[in-house]
């Protein structure tokens, strides 16, 4: 693939992206969404999040034992169910990551 067909790319793709995205704003008049349909986008930014966790928790990676990252997911979880705050819950979570995977090196 050349440098021409490699830029013409990026910018076809974007303007798919941007033209996809923003499609509702070119409106004249507001379009109301479905009941069911807000209902349906209230459970949208949980399943984003499960989808992108998830598969990191469950699945063997050399990100080290699953027990390390489950357990580092456990100390964040509590953290956030007990205080709320995103900036200590990624904090918490990664010095219980470091600190577990310091664990495993050393007991292994």
Known sequence: M???QQI????GLTAVTVLSRNLFLL???AMPLPAR???ALRFAPAAA???VV????LLLTPLGPPWVKLGAAVIAAGYFFAR???LGTILSGMVAYWALT???HTWA
């Open 2 to 4: 050349t440098l021409l």
């Open 8 to 11: 013409a790319l990026v910018v």
């Open 27 to 29: 409106s004249r008049k």
């Open 37 to 39: 349909v807000k209902i």
């Open 49 to 51: 999040l499960a989808a």
């Open 54 to 57: 998830a598969p990191e928790l």
């Open 84 to 86: 709320r705050g995103i």
């Open 102 to 104: 310091w664990v495993s």
